[in-house]
């Protein structure tokens, strides 16, 4: 950990924190929890990453992403796993490492589709509140803070305009995108649309969470009002 880094003993009560991260496709939610988690000495824990592993799984079996029935059966006998590594959060289906097989966008579009079913949903908050129960984490996803862990001490909800996420999203497919920057944000807006339109667990800023607008803002700004939500939270518990 660097000099610049903060860790909390576990005496310290703040070492029981929950940051809960929501917001839409593209926003920046992992590099900012990963970022989050190192500088305040933190366990990340990735949700988005659970629904790519389960949708990979589900991929595999060849099932329907739309039949909750199927989908609710695979659930049952699936085991998905988070460790931290150095850079990233290693995630484990079934004991298999399948880090580098959930962040292309045939996974993620199934993801997408899987994470509107209300078994699923329930299926993995149950595994979320699991994870994080001890507290001394940041959770990313789209329901943290209104769902599985309304309680949490510190809520962010990170947004942008979708022509920016957008951009963001195809700036990071590499030399050779498989699709135009008008696709993906064509994409994009549909994954907006099901998010925010689902029956259960709708995406949606929780009443106490602090708006974080990163349209105009570097990377380096957003990092940088993160922190300081966080550390004045941290704060205030500590008097």
């Not at 990979?56 to 029935?69: I, T």
């Not at 004991?95 to 299926?123: C, F, H, K, M, Y």
């Not at 599985?148 to 951009?167: H, N, S, T, W, Y």
């Amino acid at each position: 950990m660097s000099a610049d880094e903060t860790s909390f003993s576990s005496a310290d009560p703040t070492s029981k924190i929950i940051v809960a991260i929501d917001g839409p496709a593209g926003a920046g939610k992992s590099t900012i929890a990963r970022h989050l988690a190192r500088h305040f000495g933190l366990l990340n824990l990735e949700t988005g990453a659970m629904y790519r592993a389960f949708a990979l799984k589900a991929l595999r079996a060849a099932l329907p992403l739309d039949e909750s029935r199927g989908l609710e059966s695979l659930a049952a006998e699936t085991a998905i796993r988070l460790e931290s590594g150095e850079e990233e959060n290693h995630v484990l289906l079934d004991g298999e490492d399948v880090t580098g097989l959930i962040r292309n966008q045939t996974v993620t579009d199934a993801a997408s589709r899987v994470s509107v079913l209300p078994a699923i949903r329930a299926w993995m908050v149950r595994l979320q509140q699991q994870m994080g129960a001890g507290g001394g984490v940041v959770m990313e996803g789209r329901d943290i803070g209104t769902v599985v862990f309304p309680q949490a001490e510190v809520k962010i909800f990170l947004d942008a305009a979708p022509e920016v996420r957008g951009m963001r999203r195809y700036d990071q497919m590499g030399p050779e995108p498989a699709q135009q920057p008008d696709e993906v944000i064509r994409d994009l807006r549909a994954r907006d649309e099901r998010d925010r339109n689902r029956a259960d667990s709708p995406l949606k800023p929780a009443p106490d969470a602090v708006l974080l607008d990163t349209t105009h803002l570097t990377l380096e700004e957003v990092v940088a009002a993160a922190e300081a939500i966080v550390a004045a939270r941290l704060v205030r518990l500590a008097n």
